[in-house]
Every structure is written in structure tokens, then in C-alpha cells.
């Protein structure tokens, strides 16, 4: 089921106040008949998928197929996932950040995986690769996909 948004919303107090006050002047409609085409008319408003305007260029793409993943290399090994985020934004919408880490130490490996807007993956990678973060030279490339065995 769709969710309902704040347009909507205003859409249908709308119709629900004007569809109070013309069926009120019309006095042919039973309370029964009305009561189905305000049904009707709700339900035909509620379909509807209104778009939003936005004003940030970094905003959520609207599906998971819309991103990309993206690998970073040589990052070093006091490297946060939010400072990470932080610097890959400056160039578009990143949703998540993976550092992986060695499951017997529990020690950073140096290298993780960047979720990005689609959009925006190929200018990361022309920024950012071979540029220097916390003192280490990044290697940006688009991740290749797991393979299970």
C-alpha cells in the first residue's frame, strides 16, 4: 500500500470541504449516493502519485535501483564511516558507507564500500580517485559484483 504524503493530504481536506458544500446545495443526491462518490472521488486521490519538489541536490533516490556501489582503497586504518560520507557528499547522495574489518582482530582492513546515487558514481570516481584522504591516496572504482560459489 502506498504510503500517503503531505500533498495528498491537503488534496483531500480540499475535496472533502468543496464535496461538503455541493452536495449540500444538491438536493437530488441521496445521503447514500453521496456518501459513494466521496468514496470513489478518496480513492481516486489517493492513487494518485503526486510528486515533491525538492531543493537539495543530495537527496534519497526514490529506489534501491538507483545506486551504485562504489569501492574505496588505501583508506587509513582511523578512518570513520561518517568522515567518509562526509567527504564522498561533496560530489552527490551517498547512502551508506562499509568499512570492512577482519573478523579474527577485528582490525580495519583499509578498504570499504560506498553506496551512491547512480547519477553521481562516475563523478566520484573522476574526483575523488587518486586524490588524498586523511593523508592516504583514495583508489575509487566501481565494485565489482559478489560471487557466490
Do not use: W
Request: proline share 4%.
Amino acid at each position: 500500500m502506498k504510503s500517503v504524503n503531505t500533498n495528498t493530504l491537503i488534496i483531500l481536506a480540499f475535496l472533502l470541504l468543496a464535496g461538503f458544500f455541493i452536495v449540500s446545495k444538491l438536493t437530488f443526491l441521496t445521503p447514500a449516493l453521496a456518501f459513494v462518490v466521496g468514496v470513489v472521488l478518496t480513492f481516486i486521490v489517493c492513487q494518485l502519485d503526486l510528486p515533491t519538489k525538492s531543493t537539495n541536490a543530495n537527496t534519497n533516490p526514490s529506489s534501491p535501483a538507483e545506486l551504485t556501489t562504489l569501492y574505496i582503497g588505501n583508506l587509513p586504518y582511523r578512518s570513520k564511516e561518517a568522515s567518509i560520507k562526509l567527504h564522498f557528499e561533496q560530489y552527490g547522495y551517498v547512502d551508506s558507507v562499509r568499512l570492512l574489518k577482519d573478523r579474527r582482530t577485528g582490525k580495519p582492513k583499509g578498504f570499504g564500500f560506498v553506496e551512491v546515487a547512480s547519477d553521481a558514481a562516475n563523478k566520484m570516481i573522476k574526483k575523488l580517485n587518486d586524490t588524498t584522504f586523511e593523508e592516504r591516496t583514495l583508489k575509487v572504482r566501481l565494485a565489482k559484483e559478489k560471487v557466490e560459489d
